[in-house]
């Protein structure tokens, strides 16, 4: 596989983690009561920030001459099942909702740090891309988890 081929099908997967990454926080802010209006705010920039990062993403595969993946990987599907599946048992719980959170956050992590151990196989801007998005999405993850820490007690 070429290095242009790699790049498309990385950059692809990562589309599909930030599709993952939309569809859980809009289903985290239709499960979250009313008065949760700072967590849901917080939420849509991170659906907002998702779509950027697509957008990004998808341009440079272009660029490359690649087709742009649609849809959501298979643990995204999985994931959202699970969170179904728990929001039915805490109806909108603000903590039960935010470790669900914390969990597809730490998949994002794991997706763009698995994507730039693969950086030698990657064109340099794909590489460029896939390390700015990673520090912004791990800000988002930090956000999350300090919401996370703040509810053990409670």
Known sequence: MSQV???AEVLNDLVKINNDRIEVYNRAINELHDLDIDLKAEFRHFIEDS??????LSSLISSLGGDV?????????????????????????????????????DAAQKAYKTALEMSGELTPEAVNLVNEQ???????????????D????I
């Open 69 to 105: 993946a649609s849809g959501t990987t298979m643990s995204g599907k999985i994931y959202r099942a699970w969170m179904d599946v728990k929001a039915t048992f805490t109806g909108g719980d603000r903590k039960a909702v935010i470790a669900a959170c914390e969990f597809g956050e």
């Open 134 to 148: 990673q520090q912004a999405l791990k800000k988002a993850h930090d956000m999350v988890k300090a919401q996370r």
């Open 51 to 56: 779509e950027k990062y697509k957008q990004e």
């Open 5 to 7: 081929e790699t790049t």
């Open 150 to 153: 703040s509810h053990k007690s």
